[in-house]
């Protein structure tokens, strides 16, 4: 696993105070899908090394920890838009605003 991967998923374990193995294994897997968005959305090209590349996604932390933790807050309410219960109501944000700066490369150099 990406050493950024493994940042983030023990920083937000430790801020969600996660203890139980599958609920671990959820965000893990929101991590991971979190990293690989922001990575397609850059879109790499040939000629950008696997060094350039690892140093910029470091740049995207914050992006890929907000997009990582909104899926994981969806985790049983996927695809719902608004939510009222005992007068407490519940809407999410646009999900595009996590990826809010992540712009791809085009071109070449």
């Not at 801020?15 to 609920?23: I, P």
């Not at 992006?63 to 909104?70: D, K, T």
Request: with cysteine; hydrophobic share 30%; glycine share 6%.
């Amino acid at each position: 696993m990406e050493p950024l991967i493994i940042e983030i998923l023990e920083d937000l374990t430790t801020e969600l105070g996660l203890k139980k193995d599958s609920d671990i294994a959820v965000l893990t897997s929101k991590v991971k899908n979190a990293y690989r968005e922001v990575k397609r959305t850059r879109n790499y090209q040939s000629y950008h090394s696997q060094e350039f590349i690892d140093k910029d996604m470091e740049n995207f932390y914050s992006n890929i920890r907000e997009l990582a933790l909104y899926d994981y807050n969806q985790v049983g309410v996927e695809g719902q838009v608004s939510h009222n219960s005992n007068g407490t109501s519940r809407t999410w944000k646009d999900r595009k605003e996590c990826l809010s700066g992540v712009t791809a490369f085009c071109g070449t150099p």
